[in-house]
């Protein structure tokens, strides 16, 4: 599935930490919300 | 979301990004162990096996809006993601369209047959850097 602005953006659900505990996060949860998927190349790097 | 761990997430959530916001960050740390996410999304380096700096603002329908990719050395700009954001909120409410520079307050343009050939008259190049 290719990446386009004005396309669907790729649904997935995975781990995460949220409020002090383990969770699962599925994008299409968030349907009817505005949302920021942000990636980054690591925790405690510098930028 | 980054290819770390959940376990790693929490602490740093705890040791480091806690003692810059209080509370921490308020948003779900999302683990992509082996990039599988970032590979879709375009923003896995397999070489490096990291995810590079990619945003992307996904609107109410699911649909991608915006999105950037900068390499790990340089930071973002979050006034620059809001700025978008509500852009892109103001839009998808009013169907009115945002020229350059355009911010929260400034004018917007409709896109009517009539302003055709007239931006000119409506939008000066300085209004992209103010």
Redesign the interface.
């Known amino acids: 599935?290719s990446?386009?602005?004005?396309?669907?953006?790729?649904?997935?659900e995975?781990?995460?930490?949220?409020e002090g505990g383990?969770?699962k996060?599925k994008?299409?949860d968030?349907?009817?919300?505005?949302?920021?998927?942000?990636?980054?190349?690591?925790?405690?790097?510098f930028? | 979301m980054s290819v770390d761990s959940k376990f790693s997430h929490k602490i740093w959530q705890e040791e480091e990004l806690s003692k810059m916001v209080s509370g921490g960050v308020p948003y779900p740390m999302l683990s992509d162990q082996g990039g599988r996410i970032g590979t879709t999304y375009g923003v896995f380096d397999e070489d490096m096996g990291v995810n590079v700096r990619g945003r992307f603002i996904i609107d109410p329908d699911g649909v991608i809006q915006a999105m950037e990719v900068l390499s790990p050395p340089v930071g973002r700009n979050v006034s620059e993601l809001i700025r978008q954001i509500r852009a892109f909120q103001h839009t998808r409410d009013t169907g009115e369209v945002m020229p350059s520079g355009w911010r929260p307050g400034k004018p917007t343009l409709k896109p009517t047959p009539d302003v055709v050939g007239h931006v000119w008259e409506i939008w000066k190049p300085e209004m992209a850097f103010e």
């Open positions: 599935m990446i386009m602005i004005g396309k669907q953006a790729p649904d997935f995975t781990e995460a930490y949220f383990f969770t996060v994008l299409s968030y349907k009817g919300k505005w949302v920021v998927l942000c990636f980054y190349p690591g925790d405690f790097t930028v």
